[in-house]
């Protein structure tokens, strides 16, 4: 196990709706990415926080949004959820020298599923 | 665009041989590899990193090169287990990244 928790497990929305997914990092961890998993695919990069700020982002809308606490836990929010936006979410936290990333510790996921 | 290609047909090979995984990329320039294996419905868990001026790096039975000129690494896994199926994943990052780009994964299906 990693360390990294992330809740919940699993999550049922409908289109249209608001998600707020949370995460965990591992102790002594500053930096949390958040992937996104669709089945029978690798994992494609959100954003990432640094220090509580945004420190780099992916190619997905404004619609997803985050947030990272002085406890350096994170949430990835979700508005207006599309169908294809059912897939796990994976968090994942390091601990980078300066600013460049190392070795991430995954989370077990949330799985969403948007009907 | 960034490509990381990396066999999508699944690799079945007998307990005691050495699987080989390989992941190719184009119109990309990594500071560093990495390997990380996905089991069904888990978090990927990270395996080995190497860098780019690194050609070769073990762990256990764990084995992977980097030949940036060729644009591929292979993964190696000696004397293979079942314990070892799995799907593995390679992902490539740049010097200040700010992120990870993955391939889609090769599901390895180790047979007794």
């Known amino acids: 196990e990693t360390g990294v928790t992330q809740s919940p497990t699993h999550l049922i929305k409908t289109r249209g709706q608001q998600v707020t997914l949370r995460c965990s990092s591992q102790?002594?961890?500053?930096?949390v990415s958040w992937y996104q998993q669709a089945l029978g695919q690798g994992p494609q990069f959100i954003f990432q926080y640094y220090r509580e700020e945004e420190n780099g982002r992916g190619n997905f809308p404004p619609r997803f949004s985050g947030l990272q606490f002085p406890n350096y836990s994170s949430e990835l929010n979700v508005n207006a959820l599309e169908l294809d936006d059912s897939a796990l979410y994976l968090c994942a936290s390091s601990f980078p020298s300066g600013r460049t990333q190392e070795t991430q510790y995954f989370g077990p996921g949330t799985r969403l599923l948007v009907l | 665009s960034q490509k990381i290609e990396q066999n999508s047909e699944a690799l079945n090979i007998q307990e005691g041989k050495t699987a080989t995984l390989t992941c190719n990329y184009t119109?990309?320039?990594?500071?560093?590899l990495q390997w990380y294996r996905q089991d069904p419905g888990r978090g990927p868990v990270f395996l080995l990193l190497i860098r780019e001026n690194e050609k070769e790096k073990r762990k256990e039975r764990l084995k992977v090169t980097f030949d940036t000129t060729l644009k591929q690494s292979l993964f190696h896994i000696t004397a293979s287990q079942p314990a070892d199926s799995a799907t593995y994943l390679c992902?490539?990052?740049?010097?200040?990244?700010?992120?990870?780009?993955f391939g889609t994964g090769t599901r390895l299906q180790v047979t007794l």
């Open positions: 119109n990309y320039s990594p500071a560093y």
């Open positions: 992902a490539l990052g740049a010097g200040t990244a700010s992120k990870l780009t």
């Open positions: 102790s002594g961890h500053n930096t």
